[in-house]
C-alpha cells in the first residue's frame, strides 16, 4: 500500500500562481506513475497531469497545457504541480494518484489509480 500526503493548496486570485506537493510513504516501488486530478463542485474527477517515476516523462492534460508543469524529487519520493496564470475555472479539489506500470493512453483513466491522497482545496478568485 502506498500511502500520499497532499499539501499547498490554498486562496489565489486570478493570473496568480500556487505549488502543490504530494509525498509517497510505503510501498513506493510498485508506484511507478504519479498523478494530479481534480474536482470541482457537480463535476466528475477530471485529469490533471501525469508523471513516470523512471525517465520522468510527463502528460498534460489540454485544459491545463502551458500553464501547468508537473516534476519529481525521486530522493524525496514527492511529486510537484507548479501551477501558474490560475483561472477561476481551476477551483477544484486537487488530488495526487499512484498507479503501477500502464500505457500512455490510459494515464487519464481514473480507475487505473489505486492509491488516492485526501485531496487539497485550490479556490481561485476572479
Known amino acids: 500500500q502506498v500511502q500520499l500526503v497532499e499539501s499547498g493548496g490554498g486562496l489565489v486570485q486570478a493570473g496568480g500562481s500556487l505549488r502543490l506537493s504530494c509525498t509517497a510513504s510505503g510501498r513506493t516501488f510498485s508506484s511507478v506513475t504519479m498523478g494530479w486530478f481534480r474536482q470541482a463542485p457537480g463535476k466528475e474527477r477530471e485529469f490533471v497531469t501525469a508523471i513516470r517515476w523512471s525517465g520522468g516523462s510527463t502528460y498534460v492534460a489540454d485544459s491545463v497545457k502551458g500553464r501547468f508543469t508537473i516534476s519529481r524529487d525521486n530522493a524525496k519520493n514527492t511529486v510537484y504541480l507548479q501551477m501558474n496564470s490560475l483561472k477561476p475555472e481551476d477551483t477544484a479539489v486537487y488530488y495526487c494518484?499512484?498507479?503501477?506500470?500502464?500505457?500512455?493512453?490510459?494515464?487519464?483513466?481514473?480507475?487505473?489509480?489505486?492509491?488516492w491522497g485526501q485531496g487539497t482545496q485550490v479556490t481561485v478568485s476572479s
Open positions: 494518484a499512484a498507479a503501477p506500470l500502464m500505457a500512455t493512453s490510459a494515464l487519464s483513466d481514473k480507475s487505473r489509480y489505486s492509491n
